[in-house]
């Protein structure tokens, strides 16, 4: 019986200094893997079974990382994981001076290449299926962000991360249960220039091996962000120096057009389709000196972008310029502008704009339902003074001599708008408001493609547009901007100063392709009310 009590104790102090000398290999390994290839001081407090305690890596004494723990769960512990497996990361800290100059992470050895990392699919498969990654929380310090003595903090807190492995695809989801950041001018925390917070959910996939982005979805819920009028009258919106101005200004004389490459490596870079979602967002310009403030609500805004390499390009450009088979779609619900009085300044009920490219056309539509806009130049002077209009008209005139590609191919506007209504008042002047049930809109450029056997010259251009105006007013004098019923016919009501019940404009404008066309330009106009 004691032979037996020794060997298990034996047995129990060989388990003990195996997994001393196990834990001690494993700091060991990890502290001298980021030094050698992260250039990182490494420091662990302590090392469990199943978990590490204490981490802090120092990539220069401005800039660490300190994460409490990190630990492997089981499913068969919490039933709420996802899969059978989680890496857990506890509370992370990250502090950053830009004031001291970033050196790169990773060493390059002379006569080396860093080649890409490739990973087996069958491991990633085994990967994507067992386990999920999972951050409780995430505290971001930044010094000397824009200017000096500034500060960057963002605290992010639950964390998922789930990657899902399919033949040459790799898919993944990332949440984020809450994230609040902002922009201080100091340390000291005494001026605030923005902050937001919100939730959002990113998913998308990539093609393997090559890494190309293949789908992109954006979902952010409940967006509260403020921007205070310290944003505005800081360094951080105002351009560079005036020397750099003038030699981007010279660069942009000498600045050749457009050329396919740039535009093929610009969608390479961008997935195939983007989904942008945002729901319930609230954006608020805080003016404290002069106790003012705007507040602009949202209830949807929806983006979708896609481009099709498989369809032909649109090549009708000159000089010839290849852009991919591509649709764009803006979605916009329900949005509100208020004053710090709670006037309505802006509000839209929907609108709604669509971009398609083929290759043989563009076509483009416009939707508004909804629109009413009451402009008080007393009220809103204040907001326009805050932008530095003229540093961005000396930027406008810096890039003004970018020469872009004339387009050749036929273009198709259409506009739909109804429900409108504006009213303005320009300082002590007499108020008017101006408005129409509704309104639609086409303007189309054409071109007459000939023959083969014909020169180019009889090649023609088509431009034609129209306008379908129903029930325009347009009312002067105080309380012009209060929305009435529409008049019965004949009918005049004191203030209104022009009243048109229906309008129907049209036109059209042909002229030669060539410039160097001697004809002249046969137009025509249709007017009826």
């Excluded at 990654?133 to 964390?159: D, P, Q």
């Excluded at 003229?390 to 273009?411: F, G, M, S, W, Y």
Aim: glycine share 4%.
């Amino acid at each position: 019986m004691s032979l037996f009590l020794i060997s298990l104790l034996l047995l129990i102090l060989l388990g003990i200094v195996l997994c001393i000398t196990f834990r001690w290999l494993i700091s060991t390994l990890a502290v001298r893997f980021l030094r050698s290839v992260l250039n990182a001081d490494l420091k662990i407090k302590s090392v469990g079974l199943f978990s590490v305690h204490g981490v802090s890596i120092q990539f220069h004494p401005h800039h660490i990382l300190e994460i409490d723990r990190i630990w492997i769960s089981s499913k068969l512990l919490n039933q709420d994981l996802p899969r059978y497996l989680a890496l857990c990361v506890g509370e992370t800290r990250v502090r950053f001076d830009l004031q001291v100059p970033l050196e790169p992470l990773v060493k390059r050895k002379h006569g080396k290449t860093s080649g890409k990392v490739s990973v087996s699919p069958t491991k990633l498969r085994f990967l994507s299926q067992l386990l999920s990654f999972h951050i409780s929380s995430v505290n971001v310090m930044v010094l000397n962000i824009a200017h000096s003595e500034s500060l960057w903090h963002m605290t992010v807190t639950g964390i998922t991360l789930l990657l899902d492995h399919q033949c040459k695809r790799l898919a993944w989801d990332f949440s984020v249960g809450q994230l609040s950041s902002k922009v201080l001018k100091s340390s000291q925390l005494d001026t605030c220039l923005a902050e937001v917070a919100l939730s959002l959910l990113l998913s998308g996939d990539v093609s393997l091996p090559e890494m190309k982005p293949g789908s992109l979805s954006l979902s952010v819920r409940t967006l509260l962000a403020e921007l205070h009028e310290g944003l505005f009258i800081s360094q951080c919106l105002l351009p560079a120096s005036s020397k750099k101005s003038t030699h981007n200004a010279s660069e942009c004389e000498n600045t050749d057009f457009i050329q396919t490459e740039a535009v093929e490596r610009f969608h390479q870079l961008i997935p195939h389709s983007i989904d942008v979602e945002l729901d319930n967002t609230n954006l608020t310009l805080s003016m404290h000196s002069q106790k003012r403030h705007l507040n602009w609500t949202l209830k949807s805004l929806k983006l979708c972008y896609a481009h099709d390499e498989e369809h032909l390009p649109l090549k009708s450009f000159t000089p010839e310029l290849s852009f991919p088979h591509s649709s764009l779609e803006l979605l916009l619900e329900d949005g509100l502008l208020l004053s710090q009085s709670r006037q309505r300044i802006l509000c839209v009920n929907s609108l709604k704009t669509t971009l398609q490219v083929t290759s043989t056309e563009v076509s483009s539509s416009i939707t508004v339902n909804t629109c009413i806009i009451h402009y008080r130049h007393q009220e809103f002077s204040p907001w326009l003074n805050l932008l530095p209009w003229e540093q961005l008209i000396h930027r406008k005139a810096t890039h003004k001599n970018r020469r872009l590609p004339h387009l050749d191919a036929p273009v198709m506007i259409t506009t739909s708008v109804s429900n409108i209504n504006v009213s303005v008042q320009l300082g002590d002047t007499t108020p008017f408001a101006l408005g129409f049930l509704s309104a639609c809109g086409e303007l189309r450029h054409l071109l007459d493609i000939k023959t083969e056997s014909e020169c180019p010259e009889s090649q023609n251009v088509h431009q034609r547009a129209s306008l379908t105006l129903d029930n325009f007013w347009w009312r002067v004098g105080q309380g012009s901007h209060i929305q009435q019923a529409p008049h019965p016919p004949g009918k005049h009501v004191w203030g209104e100063a022009l009243i048109l019940d229906s309008l129907n404009l049209q036109g059209s404008f042909n002229r030669p392709h060539l410039e160097s066309s001697s004809q002249c330009p046969e137009s025509e106009c249709r007017l009826s009310s």
